[in-house]
């Protein structure tokens, strides 16, 4: 079993509350997710047993939602928000910044597996932009300054719990 | 009101009026004047989505097009489909479709019946716009564009050329109720797969194939083999199942290349199962037997037609002369035509006087008592597919329905998805309905009576009952043993409290459907637990055409409508007296099961079998085997060699059904004719052809030409006549005590595998890519207290037999009840049941070694 | 004017249900409760003249009235949450910040419709929002407005926080309840409304967030009071996500009919220092540009539509001189075509062969006649497809083709920008 037994309850306590235990897919992948780091075909099978609900049901579900990602990331997921809103108060440079500051590329992930770097779509922080959001935790009005302690911060943490 | 009783709606579409029911779609109406609104997505049978956009028409009022197939008509519409903004949005649509689409027609097995190609050229599209390079999705590791990846054992899919229809995924689930297809991604990227890592193989995944517009979805039986315009078609009935599937062959001068559904809304709606789409295969086989073969000293050896059918004739004669006609009996397989069937019993009880014929080639002797009114009405019952779609409450009893009745099985779950209807299902194994299903009670094998014995009791405990009054029922529950709920629940193994659930279930039903199959039929117990049926269903009101013991083959009903069997109602018996101008023998025929046995003793010398294989099929392998091996003189008429053809003195090649005109009656009765795809293969000869050049040489024609054994077979099953349920009547029921099997502690049942039927399926390659080999399969809770492990080798020991197989897992299964396919011909099955030690195994886990 | 929704937003721990309610909240919940039939209710609502905030402008309390009362089936809520349009932040801050105010206009609804069901769909992005509301639900039912018979009225209302997972189209009603079903968010065709037939083919009522929100104030201080802020169609207040080259983006409260100048100089501080006015999106990403010469246009529906676009979402972008249009036009068409859900033709494949058209034009790839064909191809998309999100990409395409043709063609000609967007990151 990938999910252990905190996620499960997680997820058959929600189930309850629909009308429809399929409801609970999206849900079901979010606890999930969070457990995981990131969501496949094994995953799947042990959501689809848990919410009794076919396979395909899960899989088809899970690969429409962007936010799920679909194979391992570093520790840090971190989205970048390309939009408009953001690409007006320096997006576009602000990736090259965190490009050049942490070596990789755009969906490349830190060789000591911490960060994975991608660009998303508006993630709703329009009016404090740029922004960018590190996996559940949002950062706004963004600045050099800021992205290096940022960065600065989640290596200090991780390293903090041993990795 | 129209004649239906429904609201008539008055519109207007290209300055044409119209009337239809209300609830039509606009689309629809315009077909029904034959104005035809181009579409993908939409398809007559499935919920309209109003995907693909083709079918937009201008409605007056509306501010913006609308799709056609998603809007009901209102009265006083005036609908244009004809507009410059309609013919520029249908050419944006196509314009759309084709960005990405490869223009592979010249390689494309759709080509030719392409809805793409069909409207793009309709509607004038010669040029593109389209500067890009032609793919929808790179994939960032292996920077190719999708390409043909095998999707299940039969399906390629081809996703540049998908239009995302839908359609697919929408039959697969709204209409199969499976979930081995699926959309993915989003978007441009859209994808259609299945789950990831399984294969798409439900019984009815061919039915994607052809609903496909394009050539996204195309299958190995067609693919590459032939254009469709240089094929001929015939109207065809699947040979398989009674259901009566309704199909289309596709042939070419030398082939048959293909079975398409032929939409018939009375039975399958436009669906068909891949045993009818695939089953055609064995009729091309290079395996066929071509030349007939006679026994000499001991070896069957090629020989001519002539001195096959010569020798048939003199020792038939020689038979008749020493001992009587009765010693020679007859068996028919289950797909003659009944027009063969006809001229078969013609044959028989007309020519050789004998009374011995039979089309039950799987009947067992009953254990207890003789054949009853109530399993022969059941069996009858004017059951109407179509008709169950209205059903509120089903009761689905002893029938793995999916494999006895794949297309009843789809109105099965249209009753519930459409209808909402309760169904209950009651079997020794769980089965694929498990997922529509209210409850699914499992009963111990072999005790089908005590279940209904339990239900009767249940409606008579909680007055339940209609029609009758107290004092009634009280007697009613006199002719039950065991004579309570409690008792019949505890042999069973059903908790009471279930019973008595489904009882009041079914008590409520307003349009209640009792229907059972194979596992009743089956039984050494089959009358009795007809009886039960029987009394169940009197009880609880069902009408008469909604309780019903469904046929299993393609022509059991045509076979008894025309008489192939030893017992004749009155009235039939006095048709064929007519139609032959002559008396029928007056001696008692046998049946199946009396005939082998008849042949072990003095009474039966010689057997005619024509397109059956008993010495494989028989549930009572040894006994069947030494009956075979006795006989004085054994004919089998057949396209295989088969475990039965060994056996014969002589071999006759026989025509495939496709090879003739024919017809088939259905498990509901329905007569539906087809006709001749292919001229016979050279060598073999039709059933027909056997029995009439078999009576000339017997100096005895049977005075009947093509049309007029048409006609005369037509009116013969017209004139078919039954008796109603009798709804006064009540008949004993009892559960037999249950044995101890002692050292044989699992119950093997053995019947088809879901993509084969009978012993011919095993020569279409296609059905064979999904189950191409004999297993044992068991519940994964039995196989982990035996510590067995998935695919493991396993001895199967029963009192008569012994067999080892391979193992496999299935979720069908609960308990200590295994299964074996009975489709094989490698592995003879049949020999580890009998009539004696049922169907009793123990099971051994065989070393790596 | 005096906020309303924002008026404790500044407030420390407001989420807090004590401090909603020793800030009057709450109040309106026990009234309704008490002295409302549904019926009434409804007609309250509708006299408000509130109109549905997601971007829309549908009248709130006319959508509550199509729910058919004689269903027999069960009736939902469904609290709009999926805040994803491009330039739109405000239902998160009111989420964070006023949850209470959120979920009490919430249960007002489901009573207005007699649902027992209330279903907060917000978008999975939005952890912390959730993370709000989701608290926020506990304590009301720990204090009874939530749960078994609200408030000893006989009322019962079961609320569920729903995220999403990652995908704009769930914004779209019908994708939402798609997607609340555990289907994949796919819009669906319109008839049967989702008034009728809705979330598990039930009758069902979609809100966006602000204006459930509105609804508490409408009953606490009455319709009278409500239809003095704004115009005669578009009434009351709303709140403004203002972003882009301005010096103090943010989330703005301001009364319909307030000019579009106010919002930008006044509140905003006016266009970045130093630059100057290119051109204004008003209501979200999908909305037509307003040029400079509007910027006078009073915020409400009526005269958002009459300048050439739409008050949508009431998220302000604003575009300072720096942006190559063409660049502008690959954004919003790039995020269009990334959302599109795939399911009807024009959108799927329509968006896919814009994204391609104008990407290429800015990458100095365009050809002769390309803006005439991502003209037509708009033509093709807008109005054929089954729901708003083709029109949404189409809508700010045309609208920036029409305004700056010159930086297209000289994109064409040139192979490069007219106007080289700059924006530097520090």
């Given at each position: 079993m990938i999910l252990n037994d905190a996620t499960i309850k997680e997820i058959t306590t929600r189930m309850?509350?629909?009308?429809?235990?399929?409801?609970?897919i999206l849900p079901a992948l979010t606890y999930a997710y969070r457990q995981v780091g990131h969501l496949d075909a094994p995953v799947y099978k042990e959501l689809s047993k848990i919410i009794d609900i076919p396979y395909v049901e899960i899989a088809e579900a899970a690969s429409f939602y962007?936010?799920?990602?679909k194979k391992e990331v570093g520790r840090y997921l971190i989205q970048v928000c390309h939009n408009i809103s953001c690409s007006l108060r320096g997006a576009d440079n602000m990736l090259i910044y965190m490009q050049e500051k942490l070596g990789i590329k755009m969906g490349e992930t830190t060789p000591d597996n911490l960060f994975t770097l991608i660009s998303v779509e508006c993630l709703g922080g329009c009016s404090a932009a740029p922004m960018m959001q590190v996996n559940q935790t949002f950062y706004e009005d963004l600045t050099r300054e800021k992205i290096d302690k940022i960065l600065a911060d989640l290596s200090a943490e991780a390293e903090k719990d041993g990795k | 009101m129209s004649d239906n009783g429904k609201e008539q709606i008055t519109l207007t579409i290209d300055g044409r009026e119209v009337t239809v029911d209300k609830g039509t779609t606009v689309l629809e109406a315009a077909r029904s004047i034959g104005i035809d609104i181009p579409y993908f997505?939409?398809?007559?049978?499935l919920d309209s989505v109003?995907?693909?956009?083709?079918?937009l028409v201008a409605i007056e009022k509306f501010p913006k097009p609308v799709v056609s197939c998603a809007t009901d008509v209102m009265p006083g519409m005036v609908v244009r489909t004809d507009t410059d903004e309609i013919v520029k949005a249908r050419r944006g649509v196509l314009e759309f479709l084709l960005?990405?689409?490869?223009?592979?027609c010249p390689t494309c097995?759709?080509?030719?019946?392409?809805d793409l190609q069909d409207n793009v050229f309709s509607n004038g599209?010669?040029?593109?716009r389209q500067t890009f390079l032609?793919?929808?999705?790179?994939?960032?590791?292996?920077?190719?564009?999708f390409d043909d990846k095998?999707?299940?054992?039969?399906i390629i899919r081809n996703m540049n050329r998908c239009?995302?229809?839908f359609k697919c995924v929408r039959f697969n689930k709204e209409?199969?109720?499976?979930?081995?297809l699926g959309v993915y991604q989003r978007g441009s990227s859209t994808v259609i797969d299945?789950?990831?890592?399984?294969?798409?193989?439900?019984?009815?995944?061919?039915n994607v194939v052809e609903i496909c517009?394009?050539?996204a979805l195309t299958n190995t039986d067609w693919?590459?083999?032939?254009?469709?315009?240089?094929t001929k078609q015939a109207d065809s009935i699947s040979?398989?199942?009674?259901?009566?599937q309704n199909i289309k062959l596709y042939y070419d001068h030398r082939l048959i290349h293909r079975a398409m559904s032929r939409p018939n809304d009375d039975v399958d709606e436009g669906w068909i199962c891949n045993i009818a789409r695939y089953g055609y295969q064995y009729i091309n086989s290079?395996?066929?037997?071509t030349k007939p073969l006679i026994k000499k000293e001991g070896q069957q050896v090629e020989a001519t037609w002539d001195e096959a059918i010569k020798l048939i004739a003199k020792r038939f004669k020689e038979i008749k002369d020493k001992k009587?006609?009765?010693?020679i009996a007859g068996l028919t397989g289950g797909n003659l035509s009944t027009e063969t069937n006809y001229l078969f019993n013609k044959f028989f009880r007309?020519?050789?006087?004998?009374?011995?014929?039979?089309?039950?080639?799987e009947n067992i002797d009953l254990k207890d008592g003789v054949e009853t009114a109530a399993y022969n009405c059941l069996s009858a019952a004017p059951f109407k597919i179509a008709d169950l779609?209205?059903?509120d409450t089903i009761l689905i009893f002893a029938s793995n329905f999916i494999k006895d009745h794949p297309i009843v099985n789809l109105r099965l779950r249209k009753a519930h998805r459409k209808n909402g209807a309760r169904v209950y299902t009651a079997n020794p194994v769980v089965t694929k309905s498990a997922d529509i299903s209210v409850d699914e009670l499992i009963y111990q094998p072999d005790t089908e009576a005590a279940f209904l014995i339990a239900l009767i009791h249940a409606v008579i405990d909680h007055k339940?009952?209609?029609?009758?009054d107290e004092s009634k029922a009280a007697e009613i529950k006199?002719?039950?043993?065991?004579?309570?709920l409690s008792e019949a629940a505890g042999i069973c193994g059903i908790d009471e409290a279930r019973i008595t659930e489904l009882a009041r279930a079914l008590a409520a039903g307003e349009n209640l459907y009792i229907l059972a199959g194979e596992y009743l039929k089956a039984s050494q117990h089959r009358h009795t637990i007809a009886n039960g049926l029987f009394n169940l269903a009197n009880l609880l009101g069902v009408d008469d055409d909604k309780a019903a013991i469904l046929a299993t083959h393609a022509n059991s009903i045509g076979a008894d409508r025309v008489g192939l069997r030893p017992n004749l109602s009155a009235s039939l018996a006095e048709t064929l007296a007519s139609k032959w101008e002559a008396e029928l023998p007056d001696s008692s025929g046998c049946s199946t099961s009396q005939i082998f046995k008849g042949a072990l003793g003095e009474e039966i010398d010689s057997i005619f079998i024509m397109g059956a294989n008993p010495a494989m099929r028989y549930p009572d392998g040894p006994f069947v085997n030494a009956a075979l091996d006795k006989l004085d003189f054994l004919v089998v008429a057949d396209l295989f060699e088969t475990a039965t053809t060994a056996k014969a003195d002589v071999v006759l090649p026989l025509a495939g059904w496709s090879e003739q005109s024919g017809s088939y009656v259905n498990l509901e009765g329905r007569y539906q004719p087809f006709s001749k795809?292919?001229?016979?293969?050279?060598?073999v000869k039709t059933g027909i052809e056997i029995i009439r050049s078999l009576a000339e040489a017997m100096e005895?024609?049977?005075?009947?030409d093509d049309k007029t054994l048409e006609t005369e077979t037509k009116e013969v099953v017209d004139s078919w006549k039954r008796e109603p349920r009798a709804v006064d009547t009540f008949y004993d029921v009892k559960q037999s005590g249950v044995i101890d099997h002692g050292d044989f502690p699992y119950r093997l049942l053995i019947g088809n595998d879901l993509h084969h039927?009978?012993?011919?399926?095993?020569?279409c390659p296609s059905l064979m890519r999904f189950t191409s080999d004999v297993y044992l399969e068991m519940s994964p809770n039995l196989a982990e207290k035996l510590k067995i492990a998935d695919g493991d080798l396993v001895r199967v020991e029963s009192s008569t037999g012994k067999l080892v197989l391979k193992v496999r897992f299935s979720e069908y299964f609960e308990g200590e009840v295994l299964f074996i396919p009975?489709?094989?011909?490698?592995?003879?099955?049949?020999?580890?049941?009998?009539?004696?030690?049922?169907g009793w195994v123990k099971i051994e886990k065989l070393d790596d070694k | 004017m005096e906020k309303v929704l924002f008026k404790y937003v500044e407030e420390p721990q407001q989420y807090l249900i004590d401090n909603y309610i020793k800030n009057g909240g709450y109040q309106a919940l026990p009234k309704v409760l008490k002295d409302f039939t549904p019926d009434e209710l409804i007609e309250e609502v509708k006299k408000s003249g509130v109109r549905g905030?997601?971007?829309?402008?549908?009248?709130a309390g006319l959508k509550w009235s199509?729910?058919?009362?004689?269903?027999v089936k069960p009736k939902y809520l469904c609290c709009?949450?999926?805040?994803?349009?491009?330039?739109?932040?405000k239902d998160r801050v009111l989420m964070e910040c006023d949850p209470h105010m959120v979920i009490e206009g919430c249960i007002i609804a489901a009573f207005a419709i007699q649902a027992h069901h209330a279903f907060i769909?917000?978008?999975?992005?939005?952890a912390y929002p959730a993370f709000r509301m989701e608290e926020a639900v506990n304590e009301a039912y720990g204090k009874g407005y939530?749960?078994?018979n609200i408030l000893g009225s006989g009322f019962d209302l079961d609320m569920i926080v729903h995220t999403g997972g990652?995908?704009?189209?769930?914004?779209e009603e019908t994708a939402l309840l798609s997607s609340l079903e555990g289907d994949r968010g796919m819009s669906r065709i319109r008839p049967p409304f989702p008034a009728i037939?809705?979330?598990?083919?039930c009758p069902t009522v979609v809100n966006n967030v602000e204006t459930l929100a509105s609804i508490p104030h409408i009953i606490n201080r009455g319709v009278d009071w409500y239809r003095?802020?704004?115009?005669?169609?578009?009434a009351g207040s709303k709140i403004f996500s203002l972003s882009g080259n301005v010096n103090r983006p943010g989330n703005y409260e301001v009364?319909?009919?307030?000019?579009?100048s106010y919002v930008i100089n006044e509140l905003g501080g006016?266009?970045?220092?130093?630059h100057k006015l290119k051109a204004i999106i008003p209501g979200g990403s999908s909305t037509p540009l307003l040029m400079p010469?509007?910027?006078?246009?009073?915020?409400d529906y009526e005269a958002v539509a009459e300048a050439g676009s739409m008050l949508g979402s009431g998220a302000i972008i604003v575009i300072d001189e720096r942006a190559c249009m063409v660049w502008v036009a690959m954004k919003l068409i790039n995020f269009y075509q990334h959302e599109?859900?795939?399911?009807?033709?024009p959108c799927r494949e329509g968006t896919l062969w814009l994204k391609r058209l104008i990407n290429r034009i800015e990458h100095?790839?365009?050809?002769?006649g390309d803006i005439e064909l991502i003209l037509d191809i708009c033509e093709n998309i807008m109005g054929r497809t089954i729901c708003p999100l083709g029109d949404a990409a189409v809508m700010p395409t045309e609208s920036i083709i029409k305004h700056f043709r010159d930086e297209f063609e000289y994109h064409i000609e040139h192979?490069?920008?007219?106007?080289?967007?700059d924006y530097a990151f520090e």
């Amino acid at each position: 079993m990938i999910l252990n037994d905190a996620t499960i309850k997680e997820i058959t306590t929600r189930m309850e509350r629909y009308p429809s235990r399929k409801s609970a897919i999206l849900p079901a992948l979010t606890y999930a997710y969070r457990q995981v780091g990131h969501l496949d075909a094994p995953v799947y099978k042990e959501l689809s047993k848990i919410i009794d609900i076919p396979y395909v049901e899960i899989a088809e579900a899970a690969s429409f939602y962007t936010m799920f990602p679909k194979k391992e990331v570093g520790r840090y997921l971190i989205q970048v928000c390309h939009n408009i809103s953001c690409s007006l108060r320096g997006a576009d440079n602000m990736l090259i910044y965190m490009q050049e500051k942490l070596g990789i590329k755009m969906g490349e992930t830190t060789p000591d597996n911490l960060f994975t770097l991608i660009s998303v779509e508006c993630l709703g922080g329009c009016s404090a932009a740029p922004m960018m959001q590190v996996n559940q935790t949002f950062y706004e009005d963004l600045t050099r300054e800021k992205i290096d302690k940022i960065l600065a911060d989640l290596s200090a943490e991780a390293e903090k719990d041993g990795k | 009101m129209s004649d239906n009783g429904k609201e008539q709606i008055t519109l207007t579409i290209d300055g044409r009026e119209v009337t239809v029911d209300k609830g039509t779609t606009v689309l629809e109406a315009a077909r029904s004047i034959g104005i035809d609104i181009p579409y993908f997505c939409w398809h007559p049978k499935l919920d309209s989505v109003g995907a693909c956009r083709m079918c937009l028409v201008a409605i007056e009022k509306f501010p913006k097009p609308v799709v056609s197939c998603a809007t009901d008509v209102m009265p006083g519409m005036v609908v244009r489909t004809d507009t410059d903004e309609i013919v520029k949005a249908r050419r944006g649509v196509l314009e759309f479709l084709l960005l990405n689409h490869p223009l592979d027609c010249p390689t494309c097995d759709k080509g030719g019946e392409c809805d793409l190609q069909d409207n793009v050229f309709s509607n004038g599209i010669d040029t593109s716009r389209q500067t890009f390079l032609r793919n929808r999705v790179i994939d960032e590791e292996t920077k190719t564009t999708f390409d043909d990846k095998r999707i299940g054992p039969e399906i390629i899919r081809n996703m540049n050329r998908c239009v995302t229809c839908f359609k697919c995924v929408r039959f697969n689930k709204e209409i199969a109720g499976e979930f081995d297809l699926g959309v993915y991604q989003r978007g441009s990227s859209t994808v259609i797969d299945t789950p990831p890592g399984e294969p798409i193989d439900n019984l009815y995944s061919g039915n994607v194939v052809e609903i496909c517009p394009v050539g996204a979805l195309t299958n190995t039986d067609w693919r590459y083999k032939v254009r469709v315009w240089k094929t001929k078609q015939a109207d065809s009935i699947s040979s398989y199942d009674a259901d009566g599937q309704n199909i289309k062959l596709y042939y070419d001068h030398r082939l048959i290349h293909r079975a398409m559904s032929r939409p018939n809304d009375d039975v399958d709606e436009g669906w068909i199962c891949n045993i009818a789409r695939y089953g055609y295969q064995y009729i091309n086989s290079l395996d066929r037997i071509t030349k007939p073969l006679i026994k000499k000293e001991g070896q069957q050896v090629e020989a001519t037609w002539d001195e096959a059918i010569k020798l048939i004739a003199k020792r038939f004669k020689e038979i008749k002369d020493k001992k009587g006609s009765v010693c020679i009996a007859g068996l028919t397989g289950g797909n003659l035509s009944t027009e063969t069937n006809y001229l078969f019993n013609k044959f028989f009880r007309h020519n050789l006087h004998s009374n011995s014929v039979d089309y039950r080639l799987e009947n067992i002797d009953l254990k207890d008592g003789v054949e009853t009114a109530a399993y022969n009405c059941l069996s009858a019952a004017p059951f109407k597919i179509a008709d169950l779609e209205k059903a509120d409450t089903i009761l689905i009893f002893a029938s793995n329905f999916i494999k006895d009745h794949p297309i009843v099985n789809l109105r099965l779950r249209k009753a519930h998805r459409k209808n909402g209807a309760r169904v209950y299902t009651a079997n020794p194994v769980v089965t694929k309905s498990a997922d529509i299903s209210v409850d699914e009670l499992i009963y111990q094998p072999d005790t089908e009576a005590a279940f209904l014995i339990a239900l009767i009791h249940a409606v008579i405990d909680h007055k339940l009952y209609k029609n009758i009054d107290e004092s009634k029922a009280a007697e009613i529950k006199t002719v039950l043993k065991p004579a309570s709920l409690s008792e019949a629940a505890g042999i069973c193994g059903i908790d009471e409290a279930r019973i008595t659930e489904l009882a009041r279930a079914l008590a409520a039903g307003e349009n209640l459907y009792i229907l059972a199959g194979e596992y009743l039929k089956a039984s050494q117990h089959r009358h009795t637990i007809a009886n039960g049926l029987f009394n169940l269903a009197n009880l609880l009101g069902v009408d008469d055409d909604k309780a019903a013991i469904l046929a299993t083959h393609a022509n059991s009903i045509g076979a008894d409508r025309v008489g192939l069997r030893p017992n004749l109602s009155a009235s039939l018996a006095e048709t064929l007296a007519s139609k032959w101008e002559a008396e029928l023998p007056d001696s008692s025929g046998c049946s199946t099961s009396q005939i082998f046995k008849g042949a072990l003793g003095e009474e039966i010398d010689s057997i005619f079998i024509m397109g059956a294989n008993p010495a494989m099929r028989y549930p009572d392998g040894p006994f069947v085997n030494a009956a075979l091996d006795k006989l004085d003189f054994l004919v089998v008429a057949d396209l295989f060699e088969t475990a039965t053809t060994a056996k014969a003195d002589v071999v006759l090649p026989l025509a495939g059904w496709s090879e003739q005109s024919g017809s088939y009656v259905n498990l509901e009765g329905r007569y539906q004719p087809f006709s001749k795809a292919l001229p016979s293969k050279q060598g073999v000869k039709t059933g027909i052809e056997i029995i009439r050049s078999l009576a000339e040489a017997m100096e005895a024609p049977l005075g009947l030409d093509d049309k007029t054994l048409e006609t005369e077979t037509k009116e013969v099953v017209d004139s078919w006549k039954r008796e109603p349920r009798a709804v006064d009547t009540f008949y004993d029921v009892k559960q037999s005590g249950v044995i101890d099997h002692g050292d044989f502690p699992y119950r093997l049942l053995i019947g088809n595998d879901l993509h084969h039927y009978g012993y011919l399926s095993e020569h279409c390659p296609s059905l064979m890519r999904f189950t191409s080999d004999v297993y044992l399969e068991m519940s994964p809770n039995l196989a982990e207290k035996l510590k067995i492990a998935d695919g493991d080798l396993v001895r199967v020991e029963s009192s008569t037999g012994k067999l080892v197989l391979k193992v496999r897992f299935s979720e069908y299964f609960e308990g200590e009840v295994l299964f074996i396919p009975n489709n094989f011909s490698s592995v003879e099955v049949n020999h580890l049941v009998s009539r004696e030690g049922g169907g009793w195994v123990k099971i051994e886990k065989l070393d790596d070694k | 004017m005096e906020k309303v929704l924002f008026k404790y937003v500044e407030e420390p721990q407001q989420y807090l249900i004590d401090n909603y309610i020793k800030n009057g909240g709450y109040q309106a919940l026990p009234k309704v409760l008490k002295d409302f039939t549904p019926d009434e209710l409804i007609e309250e609502v509708k006299k408000s003249g509130v109109r549905g905030r997601g971007g829309a402008g549908f009248p709130a309390g006319l959508k509550w009235s199509f729910v058919p009362k004689t269903d027999v089936k069960p009736k939902y809520l469904c609290c709009n949450a999926d805040e994803s349009e491009p330039g739109t932040c405000k239902d998160r801050v009111l989420m964070e910040c006023d949850p209470h105010m959120v979920i009490e206009g919430c249960i007002i609804a489901a009573f207005a419709i007699q649902a027992h069901h209330a279903f907060i769909y917000i978008r999975g992005e939005f952890a912390y929002p959730a993370f709000r509301m989701e608290e926020a639900v506990n304590e009301a039912y720990g204090k009874g407005y939530l749960g078994k018979n609200i408030l000893g009225s006989g009322f019962d209302l079961d609320m569920i926080v729903h995220t999403g997972g990652g995908a704009y189209i769930c914004g779209e009603e019908t994708a939402l309840l798609s997607s609340l079903e555990g289907d994949r968010g796919m819009s669906r065709i319109r008839p049967p409304f989702p008034a009728i037939e809705g979330l598990y083919s039930c009758p069902t009522v979609v809100n966006n967030v602000e204006t459930l929100a509105s609804i508490p104030h409408i009953i606490n201080r009455g319709v009278d009071w409500y239809r003095t802020y704004g115009t005669e169609k578009s009434a009351g207040s709303k709140i403004f996500s203002l972003s882009g080259n301005v010096n103090r983006p943010g989330n703005y409260e301001v009364e319909l009919g307030t000019p579009l100048s106010y919002v930008i100089n006044e509140l905003g501080g006016g266009i970045q220092t130093g630059h100057k006015l290119k051109a204004i999106i008003p209501g979200g990403s999908s909305t037509p540009l307003l040029m400079p010469d509007q910027i006078d246009t009073p915020l409400d529906y009526e005269a958002v539509a009459e300048a050439g676009s739409m008050l949508g979402s009431g998220a302000i972008i604003v575009i300072d001189e720096r942006a190559c249009m063409v660049w502008v036009a690959m954004k919003l068409i790039n995020f269009y075509q990334h959302e599109s859900c795939g399911k009807c033709t024009p959108c799927r494949e329509g968006t896919l062969w814009l994204k391609r058209l104008i990407n290429r034009i800015e990458h100095g790839e365009g050809k002769k006649g390309d803006i005439e064909l991502i003209l037509d191809i708009c033509e093709n998309i807008m109005g054929r497809t089954i729901c708003p999100l083709g029109d949404a990409a189409v809508m700010p395409t045309e609208s920036i083709i029409k305004h700056f043709r010159d930086e297209f063609e000289y994109h064409i000609e040139h192979k490069k920008c007219k106007v080289k967007t700059d924006y530097a990151f520090e």
